[in-house]
């Protein structure tokens, strides 16, 4: 046989060979994928709700845990808390949870204070516990002193986590014993260098206001404790005040990402719209969410409006803060409506026009520019 008969034989026979390698090396790296992957662990997680709350000595503070099954975890979980300020007992009702696979349960976390608990905030750690399976959550605590009968205040959430350049927002709320004017607000100290406060309204003859903390990019990190005060004149005209304090953390460091929402609707006066904002998670790893806030920044009025000298401001409108559970986890490289999220319209942020006395014509047709921010952590 000739030698140019026999190499292309053999040329043709190292092609099959090839072939043949190459089919059995997809065969076994396929092989090696369907039998090669690990199940999912079985695991809890938890949420809780509020993040955080502001009290006064001797009164108590109620939280709302979720805890979900993860990785076809069944079973009892008990519930434990840690981190109580002295002089404070924690109770949940119920004190364990059962749950089957990819369900989710929920107890009421009740933390009862005496009038000796210290005046400070604390940080609460929640664990859930089944055996070798644990999962835990955060939430925070301020205790305040009660120093009038007549007005005393409570802020929330008792602390707020945040980029330099960004806004936070406090919900203040007064209780009146006799005390039927005006209430004036201020922040006695504790600012960071360069922030700025703002209480709307202030004063307010009603029973609430919303602080905003707005911080320039600038500013270092580190943590503040802000001094809020109150006053307000009781029947018989003597000033009566009350304080109370919220805590703010500085921090560049942390993961970005982004918030975006529109209202659904048309605002009037006495109405409210919700906001289902969406969080974009640009990294790879699924992002803890926390401390959400939205604020109004600007009112624009139409041309009508500005020409006949009708005013609107962004005193006309009000913020209802989000009031769900943290953390709102986002997964990697992907982004999430609060409603995907599981989140009840009822708890998502809302804004709202104020149905005043005054002529509001100048808010007809007027466009906002929303505000958001939040915390994002990395798993």
Request: hydrophobic share 35%; aromatic share 6%.
């Given at each position: 046989?000739?030698?140019?008969?026999?190499?292309?034989?053999?040329?043709?026979?190292?092609?099959?060979?090839?072939?043949?390698?190459?089919?059995?090396?997809?065969?076994?790296?396929?092989?090696?994928?369907?039998?090669?992957?690990?199940?999912?662990?079985?695991?809890?997680?938890?949420?809780?709700?509020?993040?955080?709350?502001?009290?006064?000595?001797?009164?108590?503070?109620?939280?709302?845990?979720?805890?979900?099954?993860?990785?076809?975890?069944?079973?009892?979980?008990?519930?434990?808390?840690?981190?109580?300020?002295?002089?404070?007992?924690?109770?949940?009702?119920?004190?364990?949870?059962?749950?089957?696979?990819?369900?989710?349960?929920?107890?009421?976390?009740t933390i009862s204070t005496t009038s000796s608990t210290p005046i400070a905030s604390s940080t609460i750690t929640v664990r859930g516990t089944?055996?070798?399976?644990?999962?835990?959550?955060?939430?925070?605590?301020?205790?305040?002193?009660?120093?009038?009968?007549?007005?005393?205040?409570?802020?929330?959430?008792?602390?707020?986590?945040?980029?330099?350049?960004?806004?936070?927002?406090?919900?203040?709320?007064?209780?009146?014993?006799?005390?039927?004017?005006?209430?004036?607000?201020?922040?006695?100290?504790?600012?960071?260098?360069?922030?700025?406060?703002?209480?709307?309204?202030?004063?307010?003859?009603?029973?609430?206001?919303?602080?905003?903390?707005?911080?320039?990019?600038?500013?270092?990190?580190?943590?503040?404790?802000?001094?809020?005060?109150?006053?307000?004149?009781?029947?018989?005209?003597?000033?009566?005040?009350?304080?109370?304090?919220?805590?703010?953390?500085?921090?560049?460091?942390?993961?970005?990402?982004?918030?975006?929402?529109n209202l659904s609707g048309a605002l009037a006066p006495g109405l409210s719209r919700p906001l289902d904002l969406t969080l974009a998670n640009?990294?790879?790893?699924?992002?803890?969410?926390?401390?959400?806030?939205?604020?109004?920044?600007?009112?624009?009025?139409?041309?009508?409006?500005?020409?006949?000298?009708?005013?609107?401001?962004?005193?006309?409108?009000?913020?209802?803060?989000?009031?769900?559970?943290?953390?709102?986890?986002?997964?990697?490289?992907?982004?999430?409506?609060?409603?995907?999220?599981?989140?009840?319209?009822?708890?998502?942020?809302?804004?709202?026009?104020?149905?005043?006395?005054?002529?509001?014509?100048?808010?007809?047709?007027?466009?906002?520019?929303?505000?958001?921010?939040?915390?994002?952590q990395g798993s």
């Amino acid at each position: 046989m000739s030698p140019r008969r026999v190499f292309p034989a053999l040329r043709s026979a190292n092609a099959a060979t090839k072939l043949f390698l190459a089919g059995l090396l997809l065969l076994l790296t396929a092989a090696g994928v369907a039998y090669g992957a690990k199940p999912a662990k079985p695991g809890i997680t938890l949420g809780i709700s509020p993040a955080s709350q502001s009290i006064t000595q001797g009164k108590s503070a109620t939280y709302t845990v979720a805890i979900t099954s993860a990785g076809g975890f069944t079973g009892k979980v008990t519930l434990t808390a840690s981190g109580l300020p002295s002089g404070a007992s924690a109770a949940f009702s119920p004190s364990s949870v059962t749950l089957t696979s990819g369900s989710t349960g929920s107890t009421t976390l009740t933390i009862s204070t005496t009038s000796s608990t210290p005046i400070a905030s604390s940080t609460i750690t929640v664990r859930g516990t089944s055996g070798n399976v644990s999962g835990t959550v955060v939430a925070g605590l301020t205790v305040n002193a009660p120093l009038s009968s007549a007005l005393s205040m409570s802020a929330t959430p008792a602390s707020v986590t945040m980029a330099p350049g960004s806004t936070a927002v406090f919900t203040v709320q007064l209780a009146r014993t006799n005390l039927p004017g005006s209430v004036t607000f201020a922040v006695l100290g504790g600012l960071p260098a360069g922030a700025t406060a703002t209480f709307t309204p202030n004063p307010t003859t009603g029973n609430s206001s919303a602080l905003q903390i707005t911080t320039p990019a600038t500013a270092a990190d580190g943590g503040f404790t802000l001094y809020l005060v109150s006053s307000g004149k009781d029947r018989g005209g003597t000033t009566r005040y009350a304080y109370a304090s919220v805590g703010l953390v500085l921090a560049k460091a942390g993961n970005p990402f982004t918030i975006s929402g529109n209202l659904s609707g048309a605002l009037a006066p006495g109405l409210s719209r919700p906001l289902d904002l969406t969080l974009a998670n640009p990294n790879k790893k699924p992002l803890s969410v926390t401390n959400l806030t939205v604020t109004v920044k600007t009112v624009t009025r139409t041309a009508y409006a500005i020409a006949h000298n009708q005013p609107c401001t962004t005193a006309d409108y009000a913020v209802t803060q989000y009031s769900g559970s943290y953390p709102l986890t986002v997964p990697g490289n992907g982004s999430a409506s609060l409603s995907s999220l599981g989140v009840s319209t009822s708890a998502q942020p809302k804004v709202s026009m104020l149905n005043t006395a005054l002529n509001q014509d100048g808010c007809k047709g007027a466009t906002l520019t929303l505000a958001y921010s939040g915390s994002g952590q990395g798993s």
